[in-house]
């Protein structure tokens, strides 16, 4: 790259071993206040394409790649009020509004408070002087507060009896750290943030549908909930502000066009608590369609890779509610279709029924592929050892998985064993 004429990082290196790494890590972070641009790490990368396509990937991280954080920079401002945010599924959480101060190279403003309980464990007030750093160096977050610098007007913060958007009333269950509005229906923040989640790139992917254009449509009564985006016209969309025909008729082909989806998406498009992108995948392979997922009781979803007691019971609680079932067949009628899931050959799935755990490195193929090749054959893979393993496959500098596996008495495979199981060539 640098031959072709790219520009490279000086400071880039080749380091071997852990403790070359981190004098790496520490010798950068020597420099890094007299760099001229912001930094907030380093990475450590496998230098080579053959081991990388060993090691694969967990979900959307590479194994084969690390960012190594530098600590957080902290700076200190003054918390002048705390407002209270309704998000999609009603949670109320409380934003602290700060005396604007340069964090790491960003005007900070902003932080959120996360629940009653942080509050309470910061013992934190309105007006109080606050050290604050951007997790990650991204999300600004309030780490303490300076009490000696406590002015005596400082004010305690109270939590809202009201929903701050649409006045209902709030509760907070016994198991739960966060305030929820009791209006899911009717509450203007709900809606606003359901729809923009709705339309967001991995759900049903409504090109120009920002979050600004989502909140006016709500605000001059076009839109109230997600099937009312199938229904807006081009008079409508032009009346609006700063909205020019072009760019109305570009956004009434987007909605046309995310009539064609998959059933994953549109599961994870309708916004059930705690039901994200995987779990709704999970949920589309093991019911094929969505009649049958409406219809499955809290046991059935158990019995869905990853859908636990808890999500299995939001799961349930959102396709018992009647104006859920009313809001999903208006958009089907509104012409929502995905291409049908055909279900797996049985006849092929001679594994159909049992769970496995992969522990320890595998060398012949990486975990990932190990457990793509056992889910064709019908077996549920498992992060964890419990009484329902059918068995744990385990390579080199196998742990606590083995050891466990070995106490309840589950069989053992050593990776050799798994090959042929697969009726791949040792």
Same mark, same amino acid.
């Given at each position: ?6 520009? *490279?990082?000086?400071?880039?290196? *080749?380091?071997?071993?852990? &403790? ?386 070995? &106490? ?8 050799? &064993? ?9």
């Amino acid at each position: 790259l640098s031959a072709w004429g790219f520009r *490279i990082n000086p400071l880039l290196s *080749i380091s071997q071993g852990v &403790e070359e790494c981190e004098g790496y890590y520490q010798d950068i972070l020597k420099k890094r206040e007299s760099l001229p641009y912001e930094i907030d790490g380093v990475v450590y990368k496998v230098d080579s394409y053959k081991l990388q396509n060993r090691l694969g990937f967990v979900s959307r991280a590479p194994r084969w790649a690390i960012a190594y954080k530098f600590p957080a920079q902290e700076e200190m401002t003054t918390l002048l009020s705390v407002d209270f945010q309704v998000g999609r599924t009603g949670a109320i959480t409380p934003v602290a509004r700060l005396a604007p101060v340069n964090v790491g190279g960003v005007v900070v403003s902003n932080a959120t408070l996360h629940n009653l309980d942080e509050i309470a464990r910061l013992d934190i007030r309105e007006k109080d002087t606050v050290i604050i750093y951007r997790a990650g160096d991204v999300i600004p977050k309030v780490v303490s507060v300076v009490k000696d610098r406590r002015p005596k007007d400082a004010k305690l913060i109270q939590a809202p009896t009201k929903c701050p958007a649409c006045g209902a009333k709030v509760e907070r269950l016994e198991s739960e750290a966060v305030l929820r509005c009791t209006a899911p229906t009717t509450c203007g923040a709900q809606q606003k943030e359901s729809i923009k989640h709705y339309a967001s790139r991995k759900a049903m992917d409504i090109d120009g549908l920002g979050d600004k254009l989502v909140e006016q449509l709500v605000d001059e009564g076009l839109l109230v909930n997600v099937a009312d985006l199938y229904h807006l016209n081009l008079q409508q969309l032009v009346e609006l502000e700063r909205m020019a025909e072009k760019s109305a008729q570009n956004l009434l082909d987007a909605i046309e066009k995310s009539k064609q989806t998959t059933l994953q998406r549109f599961i994870y498009a309708l916004g059930i608590r705690e039901v994200g992108e995987a779990t709704a995948l999970s949920l589309a392979k093991h019911f094929l369609t969505l009649d049958a997922l409406m219809c499955a009781d809290q046991e059935s979803l158990e019995q869905v890779e990853d859908v636990g007691p808890k999500v299995a019971t939001f799961i349930w609680d959102y396709f018992s509610n009647k104006q859920t079932k009313q809001l999903i067949q208006l958009l089907l009628d509104s012409g929502i279709t995905w291409p049908a899931i055909k279900a797996p050959d049985t006849s092929e799935q001679k594994l159909a029924g049992q769970t496995f755990v992969l522990t320890g490195t595998l060398s012949k193929m990486s975990r990932a592929e190990a457990k793509e090749h056992l889910q064709k054959l019908g077996a549920k893979v498992a992060g964890s050892v419990s009484a329902k393993t059918s068995c744990v496959v385990a390579g080199e500098a196998a742990g606590s998985k083995l050891t466990k596996a070995e &106490e309840l008495g589950i069989q053992v495979m050593t990776e050799d &064993e798994l090959m042929n199981l697969l009726g791949l060539a040792v």
